[in-house]
């Protein structure tokens, strides 16, 4: 009986996330046709924030967000933040008060309705391709060089594993320490409960906590230096998963 009802809660919120992908799709098309890329990219992520609001609130996938005061919103920062469930787009335009460019995997281009306002926002990467990943990287360099923030996903896919994270590619704390950039962890807690990725079928209402961690500071830092940064922000994270679990 559980899992009835679950399926009809997940086809009742699978509607409502369509429902307003195709209300926000033609906006994104005609901010994409009469913008520059730059202004178009703030226009589609403020309409994705109202999506994630919309679909929020009916299907009671709640955001609550921790310590967002702590952000310099005047300065750049690669946002690096824990990555376990498909609500974690919802958590992510919520919370984060910057405009950002977020890395992602070309193949979500693919999915309809979605993939067209995906592409439009996201620094594509394809992972197999090393040409592809240069690309990546310099593009997100040069967003941090005009003053936009960028979020990266370190573990570079979804955590399938049992432990609080999985290892975490270098990636994000290359372009941190070569482009001088304060990195600002944070996690998302209750994400995967919610919406469990291998086991959808055990999903549920509820409240995803995002916490912001501490600004990390790379200055003067080589990439001599990146295996203690990247184990420095594992840590804090890992750190701030146990505490607000």
């Not at 994104?28 to 009469?34: E, Y």
């Not at 890329?37 to 924030?49: S, W, Y």
């Not at 990725?197 to 990390?216: D, E, M, S, W, Y």
Request: glycine share 4%.
């Amino acid at each position: 009986m559980r899992k009835v009802l679950t399926a009809l809660y997940l086809l009742y919120a699978a509607l409502i996330f369509i429902g307003l992908m195709l209300i926000v799709l033609p906006l994104v098309l005609i901010a994409s046709a009469v913008f520059n890329q730059h202004t178009t990219k703030k226009i589609i992520l403020f309409f994705l924030r109202c999506w994630a609001f919309g679909f929020s609130i009916p299907t009671f996938f709640w955001v609550k967000t921790i310590n967002q005061h702590i952000i310099n919103q005047n300065l750049p920062h690669i946002y690096v933040g824990n990555h376990g469930s498909y609500l974690d787009a919802i958590a992510v335009c919520l919370s984060i008060p910057q405009y950002f460019s977020p890395l992602g995997k070309v193949e979500m281009t693919k999915i309809p309705v979605f993939g067209l306002i995906y592409k439009r926002i996201v620094v594509l990467i394809d992972r197999s391709s090393k040409e592809s990943r240069a690309q990546s990287v310099n593009a997100l360099k040069e967003d941090l060089v005009k003053g936009e923030s960028i979020l990266i996903f370190p573990e570079g896919t979804m955590n399938k594993t049992n432990q609080h994270l999985s290892e975490f590619y270098d990636g994000a704390f290359r372009i941190a320490i070569e482009t001088q950039t304060t990195l600002m962890p944070f996690v998302m807690i209750n994400n995967s409960t919610l919406l469990p990725r291998i086991n959808p079928l055990k999903a549920r209402p509820g409240i995803i906590k995002t916490v912001f961690i501490t600004p990390v500071d790379v200055k003067g830092l080589t990439l001599d230096d990146l295996p203690m940064l990247k184990q420095k922000v594992f840590d804090l994270m890992e750190e701030a998963m146990i505490k607000h679990a």
